[in-house]
């Protein structure tokens, strides 16, 4: 069974960085999953973040491009969200997804099969 475990989360001041870690307990096959990073504001439905490919190609919602920064480390088998220049607008629980079922590098939540728990980003105007 693959866990997900996110940290790094926080209350900043706009303008602030922030970086998420997510560490996937998913053995050897780590390397061959696509993860993504998805976040859900209050009122609002969950939206992908940035998603990074077993091949390392990535995709970011146009919000946050030239802002964020997603990648992984295959021998820790972890993945990462570095957000600079935060804004309030970017504030929501943010979850780290992982799937190994061969969907390319999917932008739908239902592409995903593992979640986190969650970690909460303020961010302060």
């Known amino acids: 069974q693959v866990q997900l475990v996110e940290s790094g989360g926080g209350l900043v001041e706009a303008g602030a960085s922030l970086k998420l870690s997510c560490a996937v307990t998913s053995g050897r096959t780590f390397r061959y999953y696509a993860l993504a990073w998805f976040r859900q504001a209050p009122g609002k439905e969950r939206e992908v973040v940035a998603g990074?490919?077993?091949?390392?190609?990535?995709l970011y919602t146009d919000s946050v491009k030239g802002r964020f920064t997603i990648s992984r480390d295959n021998a820790k088998n972890t993945v990462y969200l570095q957000m600079n220049s935060l804004e309030p607008e970017d504030t929501a629980v943010y979850y780290c997804?992982?799937?190994?079922?061969?969907?390319?590098?999917?932008?739908?939540?239902?592409?995903?099969?593992?979640w986190g728990q969650g970690t909460q980003v303020t961010v302060s105007s």
């Open positions: 990074i490919s077993w091949s390392e190609g990535k």
């Open positions: 997804a992982a799937d190994n079922r061969g969907l390319g590098l999917p932008r739908d939540s239902r592409g995903y099969a593992s």
